[in-house]
């Protein structure tokens, strides 16, 4: 009972620290993929501040491999064309497609 009653004490600390070991873990994640990657991994190129989001080539760090058969997607989207519908049978990518432009 003492322990929960520490704990709930010092929720906001342990919270923070929890976030912080979070961010650090998924870093560490991203730099071992890229470094122990035979893809040529590039950093993307931020240009200006128009809003505009233009990827060339794009692809899902996770879905990427030797023995696996990879499309890249282009992706555009900009203050007027900014709503895009995905559509595809089960398997075709559409939440890797999502999660590709998350991370970028």
Known sequence: Q????????????????????????????FADNVASSRLPWTRPNVSDCSGAIAVKNGRYAIDVGPEKEFVPNDTYASA????????G???????????QLAII
Not at 80 to 87: A, C, K
């Open 2 to 29: 003492s322990v929960i009653s520490y704990a709930r004490e010092r929720y906001d600390a342990l919270a923070s620290l929890s976030d912080a070991v979070a961010l650090l873990d998924m870093c560490h994640c």
């Open 80 to 87: 007027v064309q900014n709503f895009t519908v995905i559509t």
């Open 89 to 99: 049978i089960n398997g075709s990518g559409k939440s890797t497609y999502l999660k």
